[in-house]
Structure formats: C-alpha cells, structure tokens
C-alpha cells in the first residue's frame, strides 16, 4: 500500500528511473488513469523497487489532537510551561523568537500607554 501511495507523487523519470522502461503506464501517455504495475511484473518484485520509512513516533495530526487539549490543560493548570506548551501544539515553533516579538511588542504598547497618560495629565509626577 505504501508503495501505490508513494507512486502516485512520483514523476514519470523517477519511475523510469526505478524501473527502467517498465516505468512507463498507459496513463503516462493518455489523459486516463493507467495500471500503476508495469505489464508482466510480479507485485512482489515491483513493491521491491521501492522503499519507505514509518518512524515509529509518526503519528497523524488528528491523533495529536488529544494530547494537544491535555497540554492546553496543564498550562492552564500551571503544569506545563509555555515553552513545553508550543513544543506539543506546533513542534517547529520558534519558542525564542516568538519570547524576543512579545518584549518588543510590550515596550511599545508601554511607551503609547505613558504617552496617552501624559497626554491626559495622567502622569506619575509627585509635586
């Protein structure tokens, strides 16, 4: 199943490629779906041709789904870290670069506060 799956992403040169002129199916040259097997190959020997790894942590987005709503949990429980947090729900995320944005997105959401304030005559002077 793996290797029909993976067929159907594959070029036309990188089947030849593999395969050699059995490469070629009916559908490489018309509009319509063709024979992913080569005419006169074994299935065995044509699912030999081809490889693929399942890492045995790999598991589909809408299984995480459930660990992501207990981390969300736990962070909301104090459980977890922020960091820990956006390691579960997006595992490429720039935890970093996103704490540098939200420093200087505060000093400037403090600097337009004490402007308005002072703008206002709010300011925190004592006479």
Known sequence: ML???????????????ILGTQGFSSS?????YGQG????????????????????DTILESQRDSEKQTALL??????LSDENLFKVLKPNFNFRENQE????EAAIKIK?????????????HKK
Request: positive net charge; charged residues 20%.
């Open 28 to 32: 490489d040259f018309t509009p319509i």
């Open 74 to 79: 736990l962070a909301k429980l104090g459980k």
């Open 112 to 124: 337009l506060a004490a402007a308005g304030a002072a703008l206002q005559g709010k300011t925190s």
């Open 3 to 17: 290797t029909a799956n993976m067929l159907q992403f594959y070029s036309v040169s990188h089947r030849v490629s």
């Open 101 to 104: 944005q939200l420093i200087r």
């Open 37 to 56: 097997l080569p005419s006169g190959m074994k299935p065995e020997e044509f699912v030999r041709r081809f490889s693929g790894t399942v890492r045995r």
